[in-house]
């Protein structure tokens, strides 16, 4: 008979999760056909952008929409690095969007951790201080935060677009269902214990536990961060130290778009998320396939 | 293994942020050549600085320039800003005669050119030109002229020879003198050939109409709100609805991805054009169409769309080092350089009376005498009084047109609900 | 991630003596305890003090005056801009043209993503694959995302009015209309937004134990069935989390509506009619257009308090649904 292990659904004992069997669960042909056809929706815009930027402006003005390569992408893409120092930009965003990405993760972390297993006075209310938080638009401060970032001289400098997103409530939030799913109390009760200080028990016991929350997290920041064009728009400057989206708007500059131009630039830049998302994928799958050891 | 993962981002955030200080510190320093003025130019669409700018840069060898492109929408809000907030913007910004008198008000944060003896190049540029961009009974000079639109009406030459219509020049010239002979050419063409549009958009032809008039939605004398009294409002308006009313429009914004699409697929036979609109023109439509279209002069008199000015922000660190540079570039000989090279047309008597400027023709446009056309309008110029709120009351009869064009509202109710909702924004 | 069963039991630890050495150790613990939390969640509170309270407030302050973007303070005008917000039917029409375009956008999105999570969870081949293909959406730039959804939904040469054509419908005017509108602009959100949240799921699925669910299976409970019986309650904390999220971010739309608008940001207004304009792009024309930021921040004031409500009922909401079944 099947032993069903009746854990109650509040409390999650994480990463030991029994995993599927090895058949029974596979997706029939159906289900596969249903993804091919999502998958081609999403990948379509990626796939158009190639062809664009593979050939020139004027086939946009076609009756139907061009669906083949082309031949130039080599040429606008050495006119994309002509026109704008687009590997500073690439290497400007990679740094902003890294840093933001783990800022959030270890201090949104140890905040999230807080929040979920401490116990301390206060805690439930200036939680929902922090939810309160997100919900204040982004465009609502713009003004303000601009005179501040000249005030502070930041203005075209990358600490102007790192620093007030070191952490955000988003992830405050996400690590802190991510403790509640996977650290429980006894751990911590053990590793206190054990003499263990608060932050020792965070570093030694927390984090390793909800280690693939913290990377897709980090993935999703990172992602977040590099698409972010608004904000850096207003306080970077085009021509010294943008990120990718600054530098891809200098590209469309003018009346008209030269879309050829942009839309290599834009599949360059889609290149790094790519690959830090497999780099990070790999923590998520990983964490799952030992889990399935254990079973 | 948790020690590694911890580690290892550890150091990765030791690392990036050491790297990023790094960047900051190399990347803000425009300090690293000492000595050297480092000038910034900021500007939307090609004003054809590129070779000027270099040829500046060999003849000065103390000054560093840099050109800053973004579009001309995001390059009119970033000036707000930075002006706001007191840092960031170039030390010269270009400033399109659409949002001159916008600007205008906040002259405070401009330097006055007159300073630095600005006043004696007056004569260098027509006197409205010249008068768009000053203030204070011309005392406070905001902005040296760069280039202007001027008026005409490109066709295509095939559409009209289907329509039964002239295709030479001079002759669709003589069609219309006045807009209501051009409606009457619409009505023309649809007969003929009900499944073309005469015209991209409305909004178009009441724009041109009203930039053809001495004063539009404020008085020229005290920038009062008359667009309720105006005639010509109302009139041109009415005017221009008709197009729309008959779906003789295309109903496609501007300058727009569809516009472009329309223009390849050939689906409208005219529009207004300035001068920097040719190359847009030809950029959209592609090179099949060469020869196809073709520029008569437009009806009525004159009227100006475009055209910019150069102005250097007070927040600049070298003012004096700004205004040399926009003078140089705003000089007659540079303006005749870029036209030959852009086709923006010079705002300078001087410049666009010269030989080669009138003799220029453009290949793409069935090599009709561009330098002859719009110079002939400039001079008959008579520009239009733009009202320190003009970019506000704009938008409210733009939409009102469309709805027209889109068939959700009838002319009447659109203009109707377009006055009030101006009163409001012009209060 | 293993759990548990290297460390001790949750058996008490015997108690130490107190000599002095360990009297100070013990101190130092009771110190850790009450203060290191605070000192832990500072920094949070340290960045949004700065970044996000300062300019939250000063943003209220500006809503107080007549404070134009240039040229700085007008005069103090206490709550005029609330009355003349309340009274502003381009206001109510933004608000409006919100929750249709949120309800529209979120609520089959959200289905959508649980949907595709159930599926992507399930034994599949190339995994790595899939998860990067479904969050593609929401990598790519703007711009493309901009070009592709006008080239889809242009009124005479796009491709959806094609498709309709060859089904004997007529085109629509995709921007004109305003039901029209919502929809396009509905689908480029659920286009691109699906997938993240989807992969969201995904993750919080992937700590629920099997055993429950396929035990339900085992006992001859359908797939669907013990689907919403187990599995959407034992990920519930995070359906709850996003239902906040996308409330938060479907309240303030601005960057699809504002791509799908060929005016942009220069000249755009949702529309000849307005009839696509969300708060945010209200805002935004207002402030960063119009240069009346104290009107602009009184919009942006009152999007808060719309915010926190609506975030409110959602949660309320969806906390009872996703308890059931």
Same mark, same amino acid.
């Given at each position: 008979?099947?032993?069903?292990?009746?854990?109650?659904?509040?409390?999650?004992?994480?990463?030991?999760?029994?995993?599927?069997?090895?058949?029974?669960?596979?997706?029939?042909?159906?289900?596969?056909?249903?993804?091919?056809?999502?998958?081609?929706?999403?990948?379509?815009?990626?796939?158009?952008?190639?062809?664009?930027?593979?050939?020139?402006?004027?086939?946009?003005?076609?009756?139907?929409?061009?669906?083949?390569?082309?031949?130039?992408?080599?040429?606008?893409?050495?006119?994309?690095?002509?026109?704008?120092?687009?590997?500073?930009?690439?290497?400007?965003?990679?740094?902003?969007?890294?840093?933001?990405?783990?800022?959030?993760?270890?201090?949104?972390?140890?905040?999230?951790?807080?929040?979920?297993?401490?116990?301390?006075?206060?805690?439930?209310?200036?939680?929902?201080?922090?939810?309160?938080?997100?919900?204040?638009?982004?465009?609502?401060?713009?003004?303000?935060?601009?005179?501040?970032?000249?005030?502070?001289?930041?203005?075209?400098?990358?600490?102007?677009?790192?620093?007030?997103?070191?952490?955000?409530?988003?992830?405050?939030?996400?690590?802190?269902?991510?403790?509640?799913?996977?650290?429980?109390?006894?751990?911590?009760?053990?590793?206190?214990?054990?003499?263990?200080?608060?932050?020792?028990?965070?570093?030694?016991?927390?984090?390793?536990?909800?280690?693939?929350?913290?990377?897709?997290?980090?993935?999703?920041?990172?992602?977040?961060?590099?698409?972010?064009?608004?904000?850096?728009?207003?306080?970077?400057?085009?021509?010294?130290?943008?990120?990718?989206?600054?530098?891809?708007?200098?590209?469309?500059?003018?009346?008209?778009?030269?879309?050829?131009?942009?839309?290599?630039?834009?599949?360059?830049?889609?290149?790094?998320?790519?690959?830090?998302?497999?780099?990070?994928?790999?923590?998520?799958?990983?964490?799952?396939?030992?889990?399935?050891?254990?079973? | 293994?948790?020690?590694?993962?911890?580690? =290892?981002?550890?150091?990765?955030?030791?690392?990036?942020?050491?790297?990023?200080?790094?960047?900051?510190?190399?990347?803000?320093?425009?300090?690293?050549?000492?000595?050297?003025?480092?000038?910034?130019?900021?500007?939307?669409?090609?004003?054809?600085?590129?070779?000027?700018?270099?040829? %500046?840069?060999?003849?000065?060898?103390?000054? *560093?320039?840099?050109?800053?492109?973004?579009?001309?929408?995001?390059?009119?809000?970033?000036? !707000?800003?930075?002006?706001?907030?007191? =840092?960031?913007?170039?030390?010269?910004?270009?400033?399109?005669?659409?949002?001159?008198?916008?600007? =205008?008000?906040?002259?405070?944060?401009?330097?006055?050119?007159?300073?630095?003896?600005?006043?004696?190049?007056?004569?260098?540029?027509?006197?409205?030109?010249?008068?768009?961009?000053?203030?204070?009974?011309?005392?406070?000079?905001?902005?040296?002229?760069?280039?202007?639109?001027?008026? !005409?009406?490109?066709?295509?030459?095939?559409?009209?020879? !289907?329509?039964?219509?002239?295709?030479?020049?001079?002759?669709?010239?003589?069609?219309?003198?006045?807009?209501?002979?051009?409606?009457?050419?619409?009505?023309?063409?649809?007969?003929?050939?009900?499944?073309?549009?005469?015209?991209?958009?409305?909004?178009?032809? %009441?724009?041109?109409?009203?930039?053809?008039?001495?004063?539009?939605?404020?008085?020229?004398?005290?920038?009062?709100?008359?667009?309720?009294?105006?005639?010509?409002?109302?009139?041109?308006?009415?005017?221009?609805?008709?197009?729309?009313?008959?779906?003789?429009?295309?109903?496609?914004?501007?300058?727009?991805?569809?516009?472009?699409?329309?223009?390849?697929?050939?689906?409208?036979?005219?529009?207004?054009?300035?001068?920097?609109?040719?190359?847009?023109?030809?950029?959209?439509?592609?090179?099949?169409?060469?020869?196809?279209?073709?520029?008569? !002069?437009?009806?009525?008199?004159?009227?100006?769309?475009?055209?910019?000015?150069?102005?250097?922000?007070?927040?600049?660190?070298?003012?004096?080092?700004?205004?040399?540079?926009?003078?140089?570039?705003?000089?007659?000989?540079?303006?005749?350089?870029?036209?030959?090279?852009?086709?923006?047309?010079?705002? *300078?008597?001087?410049? %666009?009376?010269?030989?080669?400027?009138?003799?220029?023709?453009?290949?793409?446009?069935?090599?009709?005498?561009?330098?002859?056309?719009?110079?002939?309008?400039?001079?008959?110029?008579?520009?239009?009084?733009?009202?320190?709120?003009?970019?506000?009351?704009?938008?409210?009869?733009?939409?009102?047109?469309?709805?027209?064009?889109?068939?959700?509202?009838?002319?009447?109710?659109?203009?109707?609900?377009?006055?009030?909702?101006?009163?409001?924004?012009?209060? | 991630?293993?759990?548990?069963?290297?460390?001790?039991?949750?058996?008490?630890?015997?108690?130490?003596?107190?000599?002095?050495?360990?009297?100070?150790?013990?101190?130092?613990?009771?110190?850790?305890?009450?203060?290191?939390?605070? +000192?832990?969640?500072?920094?949070?509170?340290?960045?949004?003090?700065?970044?996000?309270?300062?300019?939250?407030?000063?943003?209220?302050?500006?809503?107080?005056?007549?404070?134009?973007?240039?040229?700085?303070?007008?005069?103090?005008?206490?709550?005029?801009?609330?009355?003349?917000?309340?009274?502003?039917?381009?206001?109510?029409?933004?608000?409006?043209?919100?929750?249709?375009?949120?309800?529209?956008?979120?609520?089959?999105?959200?289905?959508? /993503?649980?949907?595709?999570?159930?599926? +992507?969870?399930?034994?599949?081949?190339?995994?790595?694959?899939?998860?990067?293909?479904?969050?593609?959406?929401?990598?790519?730039?703007? /711009?493309?995302?901009?070009?592709?959804?006008?080239?889809?939904?242009?009124?005479?040469?796009?491709?959806?009015?094609?498709?309709?054509?060859?089904?004997?419908?007529?085109?629509?005017?995709?921007?004109?209309?305003?039901?029209?509108?919502?929809?396009? @602009?509905?689908?480029?959100?659920?286009?691109?937004?699906?997938?993240?949240?989807?992969?969201?799921?995904?993750?919080?699925?992937?700590?629920?134990?099997?055993?429950?669910?396929?035990?339900?299976?085992?006992?001859?409970?359908?797939?669907?069935?013990?689907?919403?019986? @187990?599995?959407?309650?034992?990920?519930?904390?995070?359906?709850?989390?996003?239902?906040? #999220?996308?409330?938060?971010?479907?309240?303030?739309?601005?960057?699809?509506?504002?791509?799908?608008?060929?005016?942009? #940001?220069?000249?755009?207004?949702?529309?000849?009619?307005?009839?696509?304009?969300?708060?945010?792009?209200?805002?935004?024309?207002?402030?960063?257009?119009?240069?009346?930021?104290?009107?602009?921040?009184?919009?942006?004031?009152?999007?808060?308090?719309?915010?926190?409500?609506?975030?409110?009922?959602?949660?309320?909401?969806?906390?009872?649904?996703?308890?059931?079944?």
């Amino acid at each position: 008979m099947v032993s069903v292990v009746t854990a109650p659904p509040a409390v999650q004992p994480g990463r030991d999760a029994k995993r599927r069997k090895a058949s029974g669960d596979r997706a029939g042909p159906l289900l596969h056909a249903l993804l091919v056809v999502v998958l081609a929706a999403s990948v379509f815009p990626l796939y158009f952008s190639f062809v664009v930027a593979s050939k020139d402006n004027s086939v946009l003005g076609e009756a139907v929409p061009p669906l083949t390569p082309g031949g130039n992408l080599i040429e606008n893409i050495t006119r994309v690095f002509d026109t704008v120092d687009f590997s500073l930009a690439m290497m400007n965003s990679l740094i902003v969007a890294s840093t933001v990405a783990i800022s959030n993760v270890l201090l949104g972390a140890l905040a999230g951790f807080a929040f979920a297993r401490l116990r301390f006075r206060g805690r439930n209310s200036l939680f929902l201080l922090v939810v309160g938080t997100s919900m204040v638009p982004a465009q609502l401060g713009v003004i303000p935060l601009y005179m501040l970032m000249s005030d502070l001289d930041w203005y075209g400098t990358l600490q102007a677009v790192i620093v007030p997103a070191l952490i955000g409530a988003f992830s405050v939030f996400w690590m802190r269902q991510a403790c509640e799913e996977s650290v429980p109390y006894e751990l911590i009760e053990a590793a206190r214990v054990d003499g263990c200080s608060v932050l020792r028990t965070f570093w030694h016991v927390a984090l390793p536990a909800v280690r693939p929350q913290a990377a897709v997290m980090g993935m999703f920041t990172f992602m977040t961060a590099w698409n972010d064009f608004f904000w850096p728009l207003i306080v970077l400057d085009p021509n010294d130290s943008p990120t990718v989206q600054v530098a891809l708007s200098a590209l469309a500059s003018g009346y008209y778009t030269d879309y050829s131009l942009m839309l290599a630039g834009a599949s360059l830049a889609v290149l790094p998320v790519v690959a830090i998302f497999i780099l990070l994928s790999r923590q998520i799958v990983g964490g799952i396939m030992r889990g399935a050891l254990k079973g | 293994m948790s020690k590694s993962l911890a580690g =290892r981002a550890a150091t990765a955030v030791v690392a990036v942020l050491a790297v990023s200080s790094a960047a900051a510190c190399g990347g803000g320093a425009s300090g690293a050549d000492s000595g050297k003025v480092k000038l910034s130019i900021g500007v939307f669409s090609d004003f054809g600085y590129d070779t000027l700018v270099k040829e %500046y840069q060999a003849a000065h060898p103390t000054i *560093e320039i840099e050109q800053r492109k973004v579009k001309m929408e995001q390059h009119h809000t970033q000036l !707000a800003t930075q002006l706001a907030g007191g =840092r960031g913007a170039a030390d010269i910004v270009a400033i399109e005669e659409g949002n001159v008198a916008q600007f =205008r008000q906040s002259k405070d944060k401009f330097v006055n050119l007159a300073d630095y003896g600005a006043k004696d190049l007056a004569g260098q540029w027509t006197p409205w030109k010249w008068n768009q961009g000053t203030a204070d009974d011309g005392n406070f000079v905001l902005g040296l002229g760069t280039d202007m639109g001027s008026l !005409a009406l490109c066709y295509r030459r095939d559409l009209f020879e !289907a329509a039964g219509l002239p295709v030479d020049r001079e002759e669709v010239g003589k069609l219309w003198p006045t807009w209501q002979d051009y409606v009457a050419t619409a009505q023309t063409f649809t007969d003929k050939t009900p499944n073309v549009k005469f015209v991209d958009t409305a909004l178009n032809v %009441y724009k041109a109409i009203l930039d053809q008039a001495e004063e539009g939605y404020f008085a020229k004398a005290d920038d009062s709100y008359i667009a309720d009294k105006n005639t010509k409002v109302s009139d041109g308006f009415k005017l221009a609805a008709v197009l729309g009313e008959k779906k003789q429009t295309g109903a496609v914004a501007p300058f727009s991805q569809e516009w472009n699409v329309a223009l390849k697929q050939a689906s409208f036979a005219t529009t207004t054009c300035p001068a920097w609109a040719l190359a847009l023109i030809k950029a959209g439509a592609g090179d099949e169409a060469a020869g196809k279209w073709d520029v008569a !002069a437009a009806p009525g008199a004159g009227g100006n769309w475009g055209g910019s000015f150069l102005a250097v922000p007070k927040q600049g660190a070298h003012p004096k080092e700004a205004y040399e540079l926009a003078k140089w570039l705003t000089a007659p000989e540079q303006q005749k350089r870029i036209f030959k090279e852009t086709g923006n047309l010079p705002s *300078e008597p001087v410049a %666009y009376k010269d030989p080669e400027v009138t003799a220029t023709v453009n290949d793409f446009f069935n090599k009709a005498p561009v330098g002859q056309i719009f110079a002939a309008s400039a001079e008959s110029l008579q520009p239009t009084y733009r009202g320190t709120k003009d970019s506000k009351v704009t938008p409210v009869f733009s939409n009102a047109l469309a709805r027209v064009e889109q068939g959700k509202q009838s002319t009447s109710d659109a203009f109707a609900q377009a006055l009030k909702e101006a009163q409001d924004v012009a209060k | 991630m293993t759990t548990g069963h290297h460390q001790r039991s949750g058996a008490s630890a015997p108690l130490r003596s107190t000599s002095g050495r360990e009297n100070r150790s013990w101190a130092l613990t009771r110190f850790d305890n009450r203060y290191t939390p605070y +000192l832990v969640i500072a920094p949070f509170f340290v960045v949004f003090g700065i970044f996000g309270l300062y300019p939250l407030l000063y943003t209220a302050w500006v809503s107080l005056h007549d404070w134009q973007l240039i040229d700085g303070d007008q005069g103090f005008t206490g709550l005029d801009n609330y009355a003349k917000l309340l009274g502003d039917a381009n206001f109510w029409n933004a608000l409006g043209n919100t929750l249709s375009l949120f309800v529209l956008s979120t609520v089959p999105q959200l289905l959508a /993503a649980l949907g595709l999570a159930a599926v +992507l969870d399930r034994g599949l081949r190339g995994r790595l694959f899939w998860r990067a293909g479904v969050l593609l959406p929401n990598v790519i730039s703007v /711009a493309a995302v901009a070009l592709v959804f006008a080239q889809l939904y242009g009124r005479d040469f796009g491709v959806v009015n094609h498709l309709l054509g060859l089904v004997g419908i007529d085109p629509v005017d995709w921007h004109a209309e305003t039901w029209a509108s919502h929809l396009a @602009i509905s689908s480029m959100v659920m286009w691109r937004w699906t997938g993240y949240n989807a992969l969201i799921y995904l993750a919080a699925m992937q700590s629920v134990p099997k055993d429950m669910h396929e035990a339900a299976v085992l006992d001859g409970a359908s797939r669907w069935r013990s689907f919403w019986s @187990i599995t959407v309650p034992s990920i519930r904390p995070t359906i709850l989390f996003t239902v906040i #999220t996308s409330t938060i971010g479907g309240m303030q739309l601005f960057v699809e509506p504002q791509l799908f608008d060929p005016g942009g #940001t220069a000249t755009g207004t949702g529309g000849s009619d307005r009839q696509f304009q969300t708060l945010v792009m209200y805002l935004y024309e207002k402030g960063f257009r119009l240069f009346d930021a104290g009107y602009s921040a009184t919009i942006a004031w009152v999007l808060f308090l719309v915010v926190l409500v609506v975030a409110g009922v959602n949660f309320t909401v969806a906390r009872r649904i996703a308890s059931q079944g």
